[in-house]
């Protein structure tokens, strides 16, 4: 059993960097994708289960194409089943420890896609601030912003170099000007 963390930080306290996707293997990996590049891997991060937040210590890492294959201490086959799907969370310490350049380098270029998969426009920054990170992309000639949460963007496909998002109503006209 894990051990929730010590001073149970809310999702809002913490940074949401990947998501466990599935299981792999039998001895509990599990492949996780990333929406942004460590300079070097953190030796843990933190999930939510039941509103209790717990930490996942890695015990090994490999890569597989653009996404990764990790094995955290204490999770074996049954427990990785459960945690697929879950977000993984950071402390927003460590991800000031990322190299501005990289984290802008992770998404700059990618295409902004609605969940229906029309293209809005291309981002063309990542500006950062020490509670959250906005978004900047072109849309229809002119910059358009909106914050790096969970609840707008919903995926991040490294692949296809997309990011779907579900914007919100009327973000579009706020920063829009004809």
């Known amino acids: 059993m894990i051990t929730p963390y010590v001073f149970s930080p809310t999702p809002n306290e913490l940074t949401a960097v990947g998501k466990l996707i599935k299981r792999i293997g039998k001895r509990g990996e599990l492949l996780a994708s990333f929406s942004v590049k460590f300079k070097s891997f953190p030796p843990a991060f933190l999930i939510f289960d039941k509103h209790e937040c ?3 210590i890695v015990e090994t890492v490999s890569t597989r194409n653009d996404d ?11 427990k990785a089943v459960q945690l697929s799907n879950c977000q993984l969370y ?22 902004v896609m ?7 426009g291309e981002v063309i920054d990542v500006v ?4 959250q990170h906005i978004i900047c992309f ?20 490294q692949r296809k170099k997309e990011l ?15």
């Not at 950071?90 to 990289?102: G, Q, T, Y």
């Not at 609605?114 to 809005?120: P, S, V």
């Not at 950062?128 to 509670?131: A, K, N, T």
């Not at 914050?147 to 991040?156: A, N, S, Y």
């Open 54 to 56: 717990y930490p996942l």
């Open 164 to 178: 779907r998002v579900d914007l919100p109503e009327g973000i579009l006209q706020l920063n829009y000007k004809k």
């Open 68 to 78: 990764f294959i990790v094995k955290f201490e204490g999770i074996e086959y049954e």
């Open 90 to 111: 950071v402390l927003p310490e460590l991800l000031s420890k990322i190299s501005a350049s990289v984290v802008k380098s992770s998404i700059v270029g990618y295409s």
């Open 128 to 131: 950062e601030y020490p509670q």
């Open 138 to 157: 072109n849309y229809q000639g002119q910059e358009v912003m909106f914050p790096w949460v969970d609840d707008i963007v919903l995926k991040i496909n």
């Open 114 to 120: 609605t969940q229906e998969g029309e293209k809005l």
